[in-house]
């Protein structure tokens, strides 16, 4: 089979699944929708194998929560209607841009949790940025650790260990404020002259975000 007709049948058959996808799911009714079939029917970079595939894996992502959440998720998707337009064409457009599928579930994770107000419309769209910008092994990992207090004045070697050093200085880690002498009041001296870092403000909602959505899909 030749290289085009392969890749004519993948697009076909990512169509045919987010085409259920959209007509089943839990926001066939809803705005976010109503744009994806919009865009769909414009022609080809919706067809584009990769690009359906993560949108319907970001739809497959959301539809994973039990049926009365549903029913509240669809409710509350409708009162905050303007809102999730603009989100939409943000949503849209890092899924465009990613390489990676499984960013879709990042996404979907920290969607549900903005949903149920458990993170900020600006720190939602703080987390597209940063999900679109950074490597997705780093960010699962920082997303999935053991909790923010395991970023917490962390040296540049722990936060490798922990494979998140790709992170340092981006809006997840930060590099400790705390001051030499604040070090030696707190009885801290064998941490003086050492670069300790820990997880941002934005970073400690972003994971607990992510949790929550996630929390949601089981």
Do not use: W
């Not at 939409?88 to 457009?93: D, E, P, R, S």
């Not at 939602?124 to 999935?144: G, K, Q």
């Not at 260990?161 to 001051?179: A, E, F, H, R, V």
């Not at 870092?197 to 607990?208: C, D, N, P, R, V």
């Amino acid at each position: 089979m030749s290289k085009s007709k392969f890749a004519e049948l993948v697009m076909d058959g990512a169509e045919v699944a987010l085409k259920q996808t959209m007509e089943n799911g839990l926001l066939k009714d809803i705005p976010l929708v109503g744009s994806l079939v919009k865009i769909h029917e414009v022609g080809a970079s919706v067809r584009d194998a990769l690009y359906t595939a993560k949108i319907t894996k970001f739809l497959q992502s959301l539809d994973d929560v039990s049926p009365e959440d549903k029913e509240r998720i669809k409710d509350t998707i409708k009162n905050k209607k303007e809102n999730i337009e603009k989100l939409t064409q943000k949503i849209l457009l890092v899924l465009e841009t990613q390489t990676d599928i499984e960013k879709s579930n990042i996404i979907a994770n920290v969607f549900l949790a903005y949903i149920d107000n458990k993170i900020t419309e600006i720190d939602f769209r703080r987390a597209l940025d940063v999900t679109a910008s950074y490597f997705l092994d780093d960010l699962l990992c920082f997303l999935e650790g053991k909790g923010s207090n395991s970023f917490m004045l962390s040296t540049y070697e722990d936060l490798e260990y922990s494979g998140i050093s790709g992170l340092i200085n981006s809006p997840l880690i930060g590099i400790d404020s705390t001051t030499q002498r604040d070090l030696k009041r707190q009885g801290r001296e064998d941490e003086m002259g050492i670069a300790l870092y820990a997880s941002t403000h934005f970073g400690t909602s972003f994971q607990s975000a992510y949790y929550y959505g996630s929390s949601m899909r089981k």
